[in-house]
């Protein structure tokens, strides 16, 4: 299971799941701020027992600095596979008020399943709210959680 969180700021363009997303703020981040690919790298990691993205790209880095978080699934995905294990399939939920993302789901499941070289039918891509509670339900920020199965 992986989770993400980050703040919405002006001036960035909004990337979930690897879709620049048309809005006005984006997420705040080292890398893109993807939380969708971020909770879904935690997760893969965390079900080999890899530790998680904070240790394989520490935030501090310079060198993961405006990364592409598809870059980094694939990255993360590539050491998973290493290790001898394979996706059997994910499951990444939005947390948030906006963006609406049914549109661009089948987009997102594809980009994410393409990054770490499986089926898009592995990965799922869904969204709910929190009717108004909490910092996403104010819209300063997003979050998401990631479920992954591996064998």
């Not at 891509?125 to 300063?140: H, I």
Request: glycine residues 14%.
């Amino acid at each position: 299971m992986g989770v993400d969180a980050h703040a919405l700021v002006e001036g960035v363009p909004l990337v979930l799941g690897g879709v620049e997303v048309d809005a006005a703020r984006g997420l705040a981040g080292h890398s893109d701020g993807d939380v969708i690919s971020h909770a879904l790298i935690d997760a893969i990691l965390g079900a080999a027992g890899m530790g998680d993205i904070g240790s394989l790209f520490p935030s501090g880095a310079a060198e993961w600095a405006g990364a592409r978080s598809l870059d980094l699934l694939a990255r993360a995905y590539a050491q998973v596979r290493e290790a001898g294990f394979a996706l059997e399939n994910a499951d990444c939920v939005l947390v948030g008020e906006e963006p609406r993302i049914a549109p661009l789901r089948e987009e997102m499941r594809a980009k994410l399943a393409q990054a770490m070289g499986v089926e898009p039918e592995r990965v799922n891509v869904r969204a709910t709210t929190t009717d108004k509670l909490g910092f996403t339900g104010r819209g300063e920020g997003l979050a998401a959680v990631a479920v992954a199965l591996l064998e």
